[in-house]
């Protein structure tokens, strides 16, 4: 059987929503979703999970709902601008020694984007299994299309079409393109140790989610989120 490491990384530190990791969403910490999916994903895989934080409150909050941690995110990774993958590769680490265990595949749970299913998992997972991808990341279909209704500015202030391939004047004749949602990334050892530094590979697979998903930046999307969650609306639409 394969070793499976489940990540959950939640740093203190947030300027479009103060303490969003922890703020209670219909009476329950928002990083209380991830856990609960976490654990029980987890039971079927009898995979570890760690927890990356710089903030004690994060972790008490954490263990009062059963994932207890000692790890302790460097400063340096705690930034706003430290990237996502040299924080997994961190707690990875710890991990493989704490446990004495070298993972074959890492199962990033993004906290700010908590509508994922078990049944999301399952299928992606499964999809990186039977392929040869270093990857597989969560994405929803995209609102806009660069191929037919998004423009850039030029350095002469005129504008254009971001991806211009020939006069595609219909949104359905235009190549399908997709919003990553940040909800969950899985990545196979081999992707560490080629040293990737994005998640976007030469091999890298989209798992296209059926259902509304997006990752909290700003109050309103809390707002949203929350209706969605109360209201059971993600339920309904599977």
Do not use: W
Not at 194 to 213: D, G, N
């Amino acid at each position: 059987m394969a070793n499976v490491l489940i990540t959950i990384c939640a740093r203190g530190g947030s300027v479009g929503v103060p303490g969003k990791n922890i703020k209670e969403i219909n009476g329950i910490p928002l990083i209380g979703y991830t856990i609960k999916i976490a654990q029980e994903f987890a039971l079927k895989l009898n995979a570890d999970i760690g927890l990356s934080t710089d903030s004690d409150e994060i972790r008490n909050t954490a263990s009062k709902l059963g994932l207890h941690s000692d790890y302790i995110r460097p400063a340096e990774l705690a930034t706003s601008t430290s990237g996502k993958i040299p924080v997994i590769q961190a707690i990875k680490r710890f991990e493989e020694v704490k446990n004495n265990k070298i993972y074959d595949y890492i199962i990033d749970l993004d906290v700010t984007s908590p509508l994922r299913t078990l049944k999301d998992l399952e299928e992606a997972f499964q999809m990186l299994i039977e392929s040869d991808a270093y990857n597989i990341f969560s994405v929803s279909p995209a609102n806009r299309n660069p191929y037919f209704n998004m423009v850039e500015k030029k350095e002469d202030g005129f504008v254009e079409l971001v991806k211009s391939q020939g006069s595609i004047l219909a949104r359905q004749l235009a190549p399908e393109v997709y919003d990553m949602n940040a909800s969950f990334y899985i990545f196979r050892k081999s992707f560490f140790d080629e040293q990737f530094k994005s998640s976007i590979t030469p091999k890298s697979l989209a798992y296209v989610m059926k259902h509304i998903c997006f990752d909290i930046d700003h109050s309103i999307d809390f707002k949203i989120m929350e209706l969605i969650i109360k209201e059971g609306i993600l339920e309904s639409e599977n």
